[in-house]
């Protein structure tokens, strides 16, 4: 609007609001477009999260024995006297 305002001061009112048109539909479309990128963002992330999710929990794991641990001293090393 401001700068139909001050485009109707040079020129005939119909070519003001072209000009104001103009300059405010690409602010326009920069403040309406920011928050839908920003909340189809946040809509794809959670999407991916949770087919990954799902997946993990569909695809159970191969039960794996724990293997044991060797209790003996690693060669060459000692143990620490006591204080």
């Known amino acids: 609007m401001l700068a139909a305002g001050i485009a109707s001061l040079f ?11 103009i300059f405010g539909l690409p602010f326009f479309v920069l ?6 990128i ?3 963002g946040l809509v794809e992330v959670f ?9 993990r929990e569909f695809r159970p794991l ?3 024995a724990p293997q044991p641990v060797n209790k003996s001293e690693p060669a060459g090393l000692k143990v620490a006297p006591a204080v």
Request: proline content about 3%; glycine content about 4%.
């Open 38 to 40: 920003f909340l189809s």
């Open 47 to 55: 999407k991916s999260s949770f087919w990954t999710l799902s997946y």
């Open 62 to 64: 191969a039960s794996v």
């Open 11 to 21: 020129v005939d009112t119909v070519f003001a609001w072209i000009i104001g048109a």
């Open 31 to 36: 403040v309406t477009a920011s928050p839908i």
